[in-house]
């Protein structure tokens, strides 16, 4: 299995359970990162700036009236130690500088500058010059020295350790030099880190263990209702089409549900459809076999049986027989798509015609009038055997329905570029709410499948089929005790068209 797979193939729960540890992972680094390294930093960077300005305020008020007291209140105000020198040239001509104080702030007793020595004060002011003016630097102070190779304390004790920031600068006012020195203990922070540190171990324990409960409920939240499904959906296919599908909780768990539902319901009613088709193609296959049968064994037994008129039964018999395969053919054919159209330009009016001669021994024997009222010429471009098919189902029914009268009225009309032909009956009609359904296979309004009466089930299918697979408009106008009309429209063509060909 490689990773993809495996990947595909991982549950919500671990998945879940995944997403949420990284999410927390990367939050938790993110805090520490923040909140604990860079904390110091931070605080370093504010407190050197902090500095910076101060010196620039000292820069600006040196030479002021009661400029020492000035200091000292900026030292207590802002929790900075300072030391002010003026750099003078020593008296004896050496040439070396001496450093006179002239103002002193102490805000901590663990300030550094205050503790250095005289040739460590010479260093930062050296360093200071070599640095353009301006020096910042973070010190440590140690027992008894600094950890600095450059700055110690000797002499210096107390407990544990300080870390301090300077910041040293050089500056000229009237003529003369000035070092200004600022301190300021960053030690309190690193405390701070410290304790930070030991609650963010404790903060992320925590916080692994709130995503492994959120994670484990959040998925047998999610999961649950999702495997429930599956196992009913098991159910479904293995023909159990009861709609009980149920998604409590998640709006996308219920609509999958929904779903589901209605794929049930019309499953079940799909294979309810199918098992009455076939239960009605071989009762109606049956019917005439069993008729035939049953003609042939008399004419066989019985002398004086094998008359032309038994003959003629089998003949009919079989005709039924072959009509209702032929049916069953065409229909299965238009369903699935596979009745190639063949499509030519051909006159409705003449095609109705040549139908009406197959009704002659009807009129003749059996008294039926049928009457067309044709509308001249009218050009369609269309499968005229399909079309035929449709006009013949169509008589055939009405011919069937039609009441005590045994009269049906084939109508032709053209209108907007359009010719209908309507098949009117005055049988008994059929009522408004079996009209749609009329059209389904095998639908009958008259429920009792009496074979033996007339038609095959599927003629109105048929129509319907290849009347759709034209595009064409159709339809039933019918009422109960009036009769039905059955109409179907289709667009007239030039006879350009049918010069074209
Ligand atoms: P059948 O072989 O039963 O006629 P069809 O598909 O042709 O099958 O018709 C379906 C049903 O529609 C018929 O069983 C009948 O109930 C109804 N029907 C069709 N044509 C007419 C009509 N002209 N008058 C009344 N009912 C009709």
Redesign the pocket.
């Known amino acids: 299995m490689n990773k993809k797979e495996h990947r595909a193939h991982m549950g919500i729960r671990p998945r879940l359970f995944l997403a949420l540890a990284a999410l927390t992972i990367l939050f938790i680094l993110l805090l520490w990162i923040f909140q604990i390294r860079l904390l110091s930093y931070f605080y370093e960077r504010e407190k050197f700036s902090e500095m910076e300005e101060l010196a620039s305020e000292l820069s600006e008020e040196i030479g002021t009236a009661d400029f020492e007291a000035k200091v000292k209140l900026h030292a207590q105000d802002d929790g900075v130690c300072i030391r002010i020198f003026r750099i003078e040239e020593s008296s004896e001509q050496s040439g070396e500088k001496v450093a006179v104080k002239v103002a002193d702030g102490e805000a901590t007793s663990d300030c550094i500058i205050h503790h250095l020595p005289p040739e460590q004060l010479s260093k930062i002011y050296d360093l200071t010059k070599e640095n353009g003016g301006t020096y910042d630097r973070r010190m440590e102070l140690q027992t008894d020295f600094s950890d600095s190779e450059e700055f110690r304390v000797p002499g210096f004790h107390r407990r544990g350790s300080s870390t301090n920031a300077v910041h040293a600068r050089l500056l000229e006012t009237e003529g003369r030099e000035y070092l200004l020195m600022l301190d300021v203990q960053l030690t309190p922070v690193d405390a701070i880190v410290n304790t930070l540190e030991i609650q963010f171990l404790w903060i992320a324990a925590a916080l692994l263990l709130a995503t492994f409960i959120a994670a484990f409920l959040g998925s047998r939240m999610i999961a649950n209702p999702l495997i429930r499904i599956t196992e009913k959906a098991r159910g479904l296919a293995k023909g159990n089409y009861e709609p009980d599908f149920s998604g409590q909780g998640y709006r996308e768990v219920q609509e999958l549900a929904d779903a589901l539902n209605y794929a049930a319901t019309e499953i079940g009613a799909t294979d309810r459809l199918q098992k009455e088709l076939i239960a009605n193609i071989s009762h109606d296959l049956r019917t005439p076999l069993t008729m035939i049968k049953g003609y042939s064994e008399m004419m066989r037994d019985i002398p004086g049986e094998n008359s032309p008129e038994n003959v003629q039964a089998i003949i009919d018999e079989t005709t039924r027989l072959s009509e209702l395969v032929n049916d069953l053919m065409d229909l299965s054919k238009l369903q699935s798509g596979t009745q190639k159209m063949n499509p030519t330009v051909f006159d409705l009016t003449a095609t109705v015609q040549d139908t009406m001669q197959r009704y002659d021994t009807l009129i003749r024997h059996q008294g039926y009038r049928i009457e067309f009222h044709p509308a001249g010429e009218a050009l369609v471009k269309a499968d005229r055997t399909m079309i035929l098919q449709v006009v013949y189902?169509l008589i055939n029914?009405?011919v069937?329905?039609t009441g005590e009268s045994k009269r049906v009225v084939v109508t032709e009309t053209v209108k907007d570029g359009r010719v209908r032909l309507s098949i009117a009956?005055d049988?008994?009609?059929?009522p408004p709410d079996k009209i749609p359904e009329?059209w389904d296979r095998y639908?009958?309004?008259?429920k009792v499948h009496n074979r033996s009466v007339?038609?095959?089930?599927?003629?109105?299918?048929i129509v319907k089929g290849i009347l759709e697979s034209h595009h064409a408009a159709y339809g039933v106008d019918s009422a109960v005790g009036v009769g039905?009309v059955?109409w179907f429209e289709l667009p007239l063509c030039d006879p350009s068209d049918k010069a074209s060909e």
């Open positions: 189902n029914n009405a069937n329905y009956d049988g008994e009609g059929i009329i639908y009958r309004v008259d007339i038609g095959t089930g599927l003629g109105l299918s039905s059955f």
